[in-house]
């Protein structure tokens, strides 16, 4: 009797910290897409020094400073509609393994936008609507390119990135 309870109090934190290993992260991606902050670095996140250069794409977005890694990681979360105006999507630049699924996610600022592929990978519909969502799985390597169509003039593009090796997934 003892014996089990021991056994099964030393799988029981086994579980306790695994699981909090995972909130730890989950927290992290929470993080980055709850508040309502400028920055595209984010606590967890850390700039990739291998990016594209992207052909002079970001030359006119706002708040891009470098591609965000998101490597590792089954989900991605982007905000649609981020800074004072709501013109950005927030971070625009991520670097993803091969096989993640980018979420937009709405922030009801700025408008009606959408998320338009240039090459045509992918399209979602208009929304203004906070906690609209749009998602994407990339499982093709590659830059992807991709606009809000009503404010393209004004620099609300981003890219995702995906990296070959799909690593750690
Ligand atoms: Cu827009």
Redesign the pocket.
């Known amino acids: 009797m003892t014996e089990e309870f021991i056994n099964y109090s030393r799988r029981t934190v086994f579980r306790i910290l695994g699981a909090t290993a995972v909130s730890t992260a989950l927290a992290g991606c929470l993080g980055d897409s709850g508040e309502e902050t400028d920055t595209t670095r984010t606590p967890d996140g850390r700039y990739v020094d291998s990016a594209p250069d992207y052909d002079g794409w970001f030359d006119d977005v706002s708040n891009y400073s470098g591609t965000v890694d998101r490597r590792g990681q089954d989900e991605v979360i982007v905000r649609?509609?981020a800074r004072e105006q709501?013109?950005a999507f927030a971070p625009p630049a991520v670097m993803v393994s091969l096989g993640t699924t980018v979420v937009w996610e709405w922030t009801g600022n700025?408008?009606?936008?959408?998320v338009v592929a240039q090459n045509s990978e992918f399209e979602s519909e208009y929304s203004s609507s906070d906690g609209y969502t749009f998602e994407y799985t990339f499982d093709g390597e590659g830059v992807y390119k991709y606009v809000?169509?009503?404010?393209?003039s004004?620099g609300?593009k981003g890219a995702v990135t995906v990296e070959s090796q799909g690593g750690g997934v």
């Open positions: 649609v509609g709501g013109m700025g408008g009606t936008h959408n809000c169509e009503p404010h393209r004004t609300m």
